[in-house]
């Protein structure tokens, strides 16, 4: 069975950094796709981050290209996202989840097939 596991979140002040950390049992990690998503109180859930190592791309929204950064540890099996100068709009529950039978990154939530229970990122003002 594949499971995700998501750490690492907390509260930060606007323009700290944090890193959340998913971690996947049950998978083949060497052979992965990875996303990152986030849902803001009252909004929907959107796409963050991507990493494929099937065909090495990787993928941000556009609002957090050059603040987050997504690794891949496969002795870990971990995924982590590196958030730096945070702000209060990036408060979110965090989720991770992993696509199977997907090349390349996307931020297409229907093309994930397994889901993490979601780590509480708070950046106060």
């Known amino acids: 069975e594949v499971q995700l596991q998501a750490s690492g979140g907390g509260l930060v002040q606007t323009g700290g950094s944090l890193r959340i950390s998913c971690t996947v049992s049950?998978?083949?990690?060497?052979?992965?796709?990875i996303g990152w998503f986030r849902q803001a109180p009252g909004k929907e859930r959107e796409g963050v981050s991507c990493?494929?190592?099937?065909?090495?791309?990787?993928y941000y929204a556009l609002p957090l290209k050059g603040r987050f950064t997504i690794s891949g540890d496969n002795v870990k099996r971990t995924v982590y996202l590196q958030m730096n100068s945070l702000r209060p709009e990036d408060t979110a529950v965090y989720y991770c989840?992993?696509?199977?039978?997907?090349?390349?990154?996307?931020?297409?939530?229907?093309?994930?097939?397994?889901w993490g229970q979601g780590t509480q990122v708070t950046v106060s003002s």
């Open positions: 049950g998978y083949a990690f060497d052979d992965y796709v």
């Open positions: 989840a992993a696509a199977i039978d997907t090349l390349a990154c996307s931020s297409i939530e229907e093309l994930y097939d397994y």
């Open positions: 990493i494929s190592s099937r065909d090495g791309s990787t």
